[in-house]
């Protein structure tokens, strides 16, 4: 453990997405060594101990998205304090769609020194595997609970040409895919990767058409989607609710009614005039 009055560090420790013989030797060793363990779940960090046949020494304190913005300032004092903080989450990299980011941002504003112990990520995983394009990507995280602003969104990346990571959640996945259906075309290749690592491990590749009627009736575990980008050939216009989505996405970017309307048109190849009128249909 760290001693004397210098400055501590943060060690963000990747944890293994379903195996456990994935742990690195580092994590392990960053676990041992660590002053105090931020953990997402601290019952799941014990298990981890558990199957690593490991005792920790460390203080341990849980650090979930719901306390991290209060107890990200204690923990860096005790970062400033000479300490070592290691943060893992429950599954994957720390800060990529799990809690993290203010701890990091708060203890480089500190002046203090933030490492990692690199582990697997279910991002890069699901892309390796998808089979699609992975020169280029987006991870996009989580689409927004609500229909309305999931559409918004999904709309907003109907042209995007990079390959997008999504997660999702097992009880809307359906909703979601059908709303990609909608914004992204019916024949778009996508791959959905479940249980990465675990036992039940399956990657589904198809058109969001086939995945969506095979989600339809429901799914079970740690979901990952990985859409193909748009190649420019072939898009689908959007029905008017599509329509004025993605003139409401340009009007909350601060521009003008009349500007949204003009760039919609222009992306679809369509009048302006019935991008406007679908627009006001829709509300």
């Known amino acids: 453990m760290t001693t004397g009055s210098q400055v501590g560090r943060l060690i963000l420790a990747g944890t293994p997405l379903g195996r456990v013989s994935d742990a690195s030797e580092g994590l392990r060793q960053a676990l041992l060594d660590a002053d105090v363990i931020a953990a997402e779940d601290t019952r799941r960090l ?61 203890a480089a504003a500190a002046d203090v020194l933030v490492t990692s112990v690199p582990g697997p990520s279910a991002a890069i995983t699901a892309l390796a595997l998808s089979g699609l394009p992975s020169d280029r990507f987006t991870f996009e995280g989580f689409p927004p609970r609500k229909a309305g602003e999931r559409a918004t969104a999904l709309a907003a990346l109907s042209t995007e040409t990079r390959t997008m990571v999504f997660f999702e959640s097992v009880h809307r996945i359906g909703d979601s895919l059908a709303a990609m259906v909608t914004a992204f075309g019916a024949d778009r290749r996508a791959a959905l990767c479940r249980e990465l690592t675990k036992t039940y491990e399956e990657v589904r590749r198809g058109t969001l058409a086939e995945l969506a009627a095979w989600a339809a009736d429901g799914l079970r575990g740690e979901i990952t989607l990985v859409v193909q980008g748009h190649d420019g050939s072939g898009a689908p216009v959007p029905d ?24 919609v048109a222009a992306r679809h190849g369509l009048n302006r005039k019935t991008v406007y009128a679908a627009a006001t249909r829709a509300h």
């Open 46 to 106: 014990l298990r981890l101990a558990s199957d690593l046949q490991i005792s920790l020494t460390a203080r341990v304190v849980s650090f979930y998205e719901g306390v991290e913005g209060s107890r990200t300032p204690a923990l860096v004092e005790t970062m400033r304090a000479g300490q070592t903080v290691v943060l893992v989450t429950d599954a994957g990299m720390p800060s990529v769609s799990d809690p993290g980011y203010r701890l990091v941002a708060a």
């Open 240 to 263: 008017d609710a599509g329509l004025a989505a993605e003139v409401d996405q340009i009007v909350a970017l601060g521009r003008s009614r009349r500007d949204a309307v003009d760039e």
